[in-house]
């Protein structure tokens, strides 16, 4: 028996439906597995999880306050990855516009209008992730420096300089030693809508239409797109590569930075540990599970909550090890990345005939 | 010649299905040693999908091969070279940075340990001088022009003991003279007692290289033939099903005024190597200057200089009296400038992307397609449509990836594109290259058409046939410099080939070798 696999010339829509849902039973089937061998029940882990993550308004909205930075970092990562710049600095930038909208919360309070702060710092924000990301843009389009380098580089400058924030010179002098900058000034908080859901939905829903018309509808979503697929069949059309590397990467670094201005601003109220958690590695993973497609990433980035949510509920309900949850995210990932390779690919059985048989039939 | 032929491989019913189309239907295939059997067909006729699956890289759905009377089947190509069938593709196997001798070690498979440099290159030599096949063991392959990478993919085979050797489009890459040397190693390989297979849509080659020749015409064997036994035409129409125009319908130029204008262009290839030296063009509307010349002389290099990707030292470019002169692409496209580049896959597609997206390429900054910064969906499909049409584009739907369009539909897809897009000035590059005849001529008729609406057009081949059926005024490059002009209908094959050989047109009308006849 041979097994091989063939390149599939045609789109099945119900394989392409199919597909995603059965490898993420078996993700589930193997975190079983694995969940067993820690001598935990499966089902009862699962269903915390559930019940956990979606199971009441609280915990829907838990996960809405985790899925709002994924889905805002995850469509910033997407448009970069539709002209296969791979930027993987969503964490820096993130980083960079939770630091601006920090600093004008914390800094020029007294010099801006209170009803101007809130938009200050969205700007400052959004802006401050943008010129994160302009560098590594600027780098790889002016002397080919690879984008993949500089913006993982980049993220840990900017992780490590909140850190320094916060734990030096603007921590809170009244903060009994606990590190984080003091609160912001009620003014400076982003409106909430129910729990800890802030504003920040509204900016990644406006983000994701605004991300499909300019993909689908504009004639820079086709250039970035024929970027993407032949950067040499791009310049030969006429199309200034530099210039678009730029402006994507002002986007994509914009809206990371407006993640970051949402966290401190709708969640903390204040510049702290909490901001880099890894949002913006987690971003990549949604965007290619989404496969770029940004309404996929709104869901995709909210399944996502679910499970950060889901695993926390498991740690302190069960007192499960904290990795269990990574593993979980860990063994879907696989599953379904290994699993989108049935999309391009399918496997056809073959029997052989014994060689005798064959041999007999000809002497 | 004395040879004792022998029944090497017979192939019996073979079948091959792949979604969509039926590769391969029952084909019975013959092949001898001593012997240079060409297999002559259509892109898309199951030529070389039929050798996939002799050479074991393919299985087939139904059929039987045979070696010397012997039922086999194959696994792997490597089950099919030990069974000594071996196959040189197009695209070549090495590793760029090891050397010939280390490449063929890599090949053997087995452990290094009981194989020693000096006896692998010992082995090689021996081979070389046996078959006259010229390769230096010790030289890294990427210091090798393609036509010696080739020898050693020939090489091997032979050092695997390959007694069938199937070579697909061997010549694709290769310049003329490459070509006559790899000829006369096949020769010697038949000579030897091997069985050699020539894949091939070229029918110069069938007539130059072949023995004996098998047609296949969409999955099905329509012909086997002695070489000598039959004529181009024959063979051309047994190909197509139907009969070809070798001369094409051209009307006399009425050229108009000059439209293109080089003046003492001077430019370097990737390298930094001179590539253009002093080059002085001028094209006129309704004319088609020909660029004839040994790729890698400069041609490619004076493309891209005139559309605006490559960057010139010195001298002036105008189109329509507009400077030119290293501009942006998007500068040159807007002065109405269209360019088919010989790169069709790597410069011309986006071969990812919907034939649709490929299609609006240049039109897509411009109404009806887009209205200000907004693209109209619904242009686009009306553009598209009619595009297709026009140029005939065979292609499932305008949603198909450009890559799943066979050669000929792709290039005809490019072609549609820039003469829509194109505003009386064309450059079109090895226009008909890897084409097969149905296809050639396709490409060529478009080119004579667009020539007698006024376009002025740059055509650059390395096909000089192509370059005097469809060339008012043919310019030969050497080194980057321009040999001289003449006139294909009045002036011999042998100027050109001089001057192609690096002599310029003034020194050969001075030594009296050819006589001009205009």
């Not at chain 2, 030529?47 to 087939?60: C, D, F, H, R, V």
């Not at chain 2, 087995?110 to 194989?115: D, F, Q, V």
């Not at chain 2, 310049?175 to 110069?204: C, F, Q, S, W």
């Amino acid at each position: 028996m041979r097994i091989q696999f063939e390149k599939r010339t045609d789109r099945n829509r119900l394989s392409g439906f199919l597909i995603p849902v059965l490898s993420f039973f078996l993700a589930i089937l193997f975190s079983a597995l694995i969940l067993l061998f820690f001598d935990i029940n499966p089902i009862q882990a699962y269903s915390v999880m559930v019940k956990g993550s979606l199971g009441s308004t609280y915990a829907l909205s838990e996960t809405l306050v985790k899925a709002i930075p994924l889905m805002l970092t995850g469509l910033g990562v997407s448009i970069a990855f539709h002209m296969h710049f791979w930027n993987i600095g969503a964490e820096g930038q993130l980083a960079m516009g939770g630091i601006a909208a920090a600093y004008v919360a914390l800094f020029l309070k007294d010099a801006i209008p209170s009803s101007l702060l809130l938009p200050a710092m969205f700007l400052a924000g959004g802006l401050a992730g943008a010129v994160w990301g302009l560098i590594p843009a600027g780098l790889k389009s002016s002397i080919g420096v690879n984008e993949i380098l500089t913006t993982l580089m980049m993220n840990y400058i900017a992780t490590l300089l909140v850190e320094y924030l916060y734990l030096g010179p603007w921590r809170d002098p009244k903060g009994f030693g606990f590190p984080g900058t003091a609160q912001f000034v009620q003014a400076a908080w982003l409106p909430r809508l129910t729990g800890r859901v802030h504003y920040g939905i509204f900016f990644a829903l406006a983000a994701a239409v605004l991300l499909w018309f300019l993909l689908s509808r504009t004639k820079r979503g086709y250039e970035i797109r024929l970027i993407g697929e032949n950067p040499k069949a791009a310049r030969y059309a006429g199309i200034n590569i530099t210039k678009n590397i730029i402006l994507v990467m002002l986007i994509s670094g914009g809206l990371s930075g407006l993640a970051g201005m949402a966290e401190v601003s709708g969640i903390a109220h204040r510049l702290y540990m909490g901001l880099t958690v890894g949002y913006g590695y987690t971003a990549i993973i949604i965007a290619w599970l989404a496969n770029l497609n940004p309404w996929a990433i709104l869901v995709v980035a909210f399944l996502m909550g679910a499970l950060l949510v889901g695993g926390d509920q498991l740690q302190i309900a069960m007192q499960t090890p904290a990795a269990v949850a990574s593993i979980l995210q860990g063994a879907i990932l696989f599953f379904m990345l290994g699993g989108s390779i049935f999309n391009t690919y399918k496997i056809t059985i073959t029997r052989t005939r014994s060689k005798k048989q064959g041999e007999n039939a000809h002497e | 010649m004395k040879t004792s032929k022998e029944l090497a491989v017979q192939m019996r019913g073979i079948s091959k299905h792949f979604p969509g189309i039926l590769a391969n239907d029952g084909i019975d295939l013959d092949v001898y040693s001593h012997e240079i059997l060409a297999l002559l067909g259509e892109n898309g006729a199951g030529k070389t999908t039929l050798m996939n699956i002799l050479a074991g890289l393919y299985k087939p759905d139904g059929g039987q091969i045979f070696l010397k009377g012997r039922e086999v089947e194959f696994h792997s190509p490597k089950d099919a070279i030990e069974h000594g069938i071996g196959m040189v593709h197009q695209h070549f196997m090495l590793v760029e940075s090891l050397t010939v001798t280390e490449n063929i070690i890599l090949s053997l498979q087995r452990s290094g340990m009981n194989l020693h440099a000096n006896q692998v290159k010992q082995r090689i030599l021996e081979l070389s001088s046996q078959y006259h096949l010229l390769v230096d063991p010790d030289a890294s392959i990427w210091q090798l022009s393609v036509g010696e990478q080739q020898r050693v993919e020939i090489m091997r085979l032979l050092y695997r003991g390959a007694e069938t050797l199937i070579l697909d489009e061997p010549t694709a890459v290769l310049t003329p003279e490459e070509a006559t040397d790899l000829a006369k190693i096949l020769r010697k390989m038949a000579d030897e007692g091997k069985a050699v297979i020539l894949i091939t849509h070229k029918l110069n080659e069938v007539t130059a290289f072949s023995d004996r020749v098998t047609v296949l015409r969409a999955g099905h064997v329509v012909s086997n033939l002695l070489t000598k036994e039959t004529t181009k035409k024959e063979l051309a129409r047994l190909m197509v099903g139907r009969d070809i125009l070798f001369h094409l319908e051209k009307k006399k130029c009425k050229a108009g005024n000059p439209v293109l204008q080089l003046e003492h262009v001077h430019a370097t290839n990737d390298k930094g190597l001179p590539a253009l030296v002093d080059v002085n063009l001028q094209i006129c509307a309704g004319e088609i200057l020909g660029v004839a010349g040994v790729a890698g002389n400069g041609q490619r290099e004076l493309a891209e200089a005139i559309a605006g990707l490559r960057h010139i030292d010195q001298g002036k470019i105008s189109a329509n009296g507009q400077d030119i002169t290293n501009s942006s692409p998007f500068k040159v496209i807007s002065a109405g400038i269209s360019h088919v580049p010989g790169d069709r896959i790597g410069v011309g597609l986006a071969s990812n992307l919907p034939v649709s997206d490929n299609l609006v390429m240049k039109a897509y900054r411009n109404p009806p397609i887009v209205q200000g910064q907004l693209v109209k969906k619904k242009s686009i499909v009306q553009f598209v449509d009619r595009l297709i049409n026009a140029f005939n584009i065979k292609t499932p739907s305008s949603d198909t990836p450009a890559r799943l369009l066979s050669g000929g539909n792709q290039q005809r897809l490019i072609l549609a594109r820039e003469i829509t897009a194109s505003q009386g000035m064309l450059i079109a590059v090895y226009p008909s290259r890897g084409l097969d005849v149905g296809a050639t001529e396709s490409v060529r008729s478009t080119l004579l058409e667009q020539r007698e609406k006024g376009s002025a057009i740059l055509l650059i081949s390395e096909d000089l046939e192509e370059i005097n059926q469809l060339s008012d005024r043919v310019i030969v490059m050497y080194e980057g410099k321009i040999m001289g002009t003449v006139d294909p209908e009045t002036t011999p094959l042998e100027t050109i080939g001089l001057m192609m050989a690096g002599q310029p047109l003034s020194a050969i009308e001075k030594h009296g070798k050819v006589e001009q006849s205009a």
